[in-house]
């Protein structure tokens, strides 16, 4: 409770709490983008996106371990994870299209299970704690109040892999079939565009975004192997908020609740977890196909 | 011979079951395993109704077997119940008014979206009872449960023992069956599996779908609730992971190694559940990693499960 705060430290410890809030929501949009995306074009649910979230922080720690570079772990980790991730749908999924679309739903949970129990016999049941390189590891004056350079670095670079996607899928002839899948297979595949070479991509860009989004959190929050059934849940919320297939309502989602959790920890840390899905029952049931879902594209 | 007994089979799955089932902790290498699966047998049971009938994938199930064992062990532990009817009654009644709210909040929504919905509810609920100790016990647990005896007209038995507790639970177990091929072979019955063979066409046929799957959704609830409160009977507590999501993927799984849509299937697949599980985690600690496997693998090349393709085989 913020009670035995005189007024300006309750403005500078709100401010901090918003803050948080932001660097959290920003970890939920990688999330979130990369479910979204996967699903929109090929109405597949990847529930081992947490795994490849949670494999993206331990990979992470591995490279650091290795090489001493934070800044080489951050990009090897989740190139390592989109390749995992492009094993996962060429081997394991692909088989399953044209059957139910629960099948893939329920191989990738068996899959993040397996994916849990290999982390745990290679790093051991114990968490583990990634440090920030050194370079991030004090804090910045922004004006009106002092914060962790690593999580202004965490906006950043998430930022920028924002707008990279965003150039991608609306600048590039691979973002254009992209986005023509999601809305119309059909018509795509008519025009003579082999979607499955599509398919692979984005679920690799996806699995990729979620290693990035791991390793990311990983000097922020403990590192261990069940981190990522949690979070998986809660971007899975932030989808269903934002609307099932929409990159702007991804992003608006993400940050939302992200605030959601960081104000309500402050207040009442007990309902932070309780409150994600009271604003999902809510979107549920004031608009059931998002923030920014079109109605029945992608049912 | 095989054909004659197949039909034999299906032409009165109860009593196979009463039959199989009245010998079955004799035939088990200990009675406990048995009385476990016949409860999580009826759980899966529930969760195939919805799933394996309705084809409407929840991966929330730990809801309404939680709320069931809670209900129960919260009347006994809490309320200080004397009543063994009412224990499982107020079981019944949680998991029932669950079923309505979260169902109706599920149902909006089809296909995948469903599955994640009734994942996030179920997550919601497990948070609750976790900061709830004061009444739930929190990450303890809720200890403290009396099993009171049973008692029918001019009749009382204890249930300290395993057997007795197995037979109680075969009892209502049956029962349970008894209702649930009441229902499948009902014209609800019927319009469940059009909705899950083509949702719209049974919309095109007149049927109010959405009215439909929500009661099938409530009667899934039902029975789970049930296996919960039997659970709570067996144990005599209520651990707070009865609500987690890895209860929900335990009835997802054994659902399907046993066969989606079967009638034995969910007791099939308890049992091979169960025998791997005690098997595997007496030489490893990662046998989640072979239950993943397996489990992939069945997905994969055995969709049909084991009585599903055992059942198909005979048949062709």
Redesign the interface.
Known sequence: MGGHFGAPHLITALTAQLFTGLVLGMIFVLLAIGLSLI?GLM?V?NFSHGSFYMLGAYLGFALVGYTKSFWLALIVAPLLVGLLGLGVERF?IR??YG?S???P???T??????I???V??TWGKIGLSLDPPQALGGAVNLGFGMFPAYRLFVIVVTALVLVGLWLFLERTNVGLVIRGGSRDPLMVRALGVDLRRIWLIVFGIGSALAGLAGILAGPMRSVYAEMG??TV?ES??VV?VGG?GSLPGAIVAGLLIGQVVSVTTFFAP?LA??NV??V??LV??LR?SGLFGEAGLM? | MKRAAVRAVAAHPVLTFVLVFAIFPFVVPYKALATQVLIYGLFALGFNLLYGYTGLLSFGHAAYWGLGAYGTGLALAKLKLASLWGALGAGLVLAGVAGVLIGFFCLRRRGIYFAMLSLAFAQLLYFIAFHLADVTGGDDGLRGIQVPPLRLPGLTVPLESSLAFYYFAFALVTLALLVLKRILDSPFGAVLQAIRENSDRAVACGYDIRKIKLLSFVFSALFCGLAGGLDALRLAVVPVESLYWTTSGQVVIMTLLGGAGTFFGPFVGATAFLVLEDRLSTFTESWPLFIGLIFMAFVLFLPKGIWGTLLARLRS
């Open positions: 699903f109405t649910v394991l088989p399953l059957r679309i629960d099948d739903l329920l191989l949970f068996g899959l993040s299970a397996v849990i129990e290999v745990r016999l059934v949690t849940i899975f919320v269903v099932m007990k977890e309780i899905f009271l999902m029952a549920l049931l059931p049912e």
